[in-house]
């Protein structure tokens, strides 16, 4: 699976961005995906999961209320809505792919290149 990540870019605080992410391969369905953050100077975070069927959600507590995951089997493409942006939010979000439902990046085994997103205050 290849996953290529896009609609990163710079934001006002209280602003809105839309990350995509399209995914190769005709299994797409098949698989749990997810995005993750990370900011200069530290570890990667969870942000976000779908499971294969768009079922089952789970958000991290710092997003929560904020982002919203969704996926388009028919087009391989997840999304990540992010509102009420924060400064704290700036980081490289990465979208990556796993056979099995999960929030730690040791499940998936597949990921995209990130794309950067900046908040301004």
């Known amino acids: 699976v290849q996953l290529q990540a896009s609609g990163g870019g710079l934001v006002q605080a209280g602003g809105s961005l839309r990350l995509s992410c399209a995914a190769s391969?005709?299994?797409?369905?098949?698989?749990?995906m997810g995005w993750f953050r990370q900011a200069p100077g530290k570890e990667r975070e969870f942000v976000a999961a779908i499971s294969g069927s768009g079922r089952n959600i789970v958000y991290a507590n710092s997003v929560k209320g904020r982002f919203t995951i969704s996926r388009d089997n028919a087009k391989n493409t997840v999304y990540l809505q992010m509102n009420s942006l924060k400064p704290e939010d700036t980081a490289v979000y990465y979208c990556?792919?796993?056979?099995?439902?999960?929030?730690?990046?040791?499940?998936?085994?597949?990921w995209g290149q990130g794309t950067q997103v900046t908040v301004s205050s």
């Open positions: 990556a792919a796993a056979q099995i439902y999960s929030s730690t990046p040791l499940g998936y085994k597949y």
């Open positions: 391969g005709r299994t797409f369905s098949s698989y749990a």
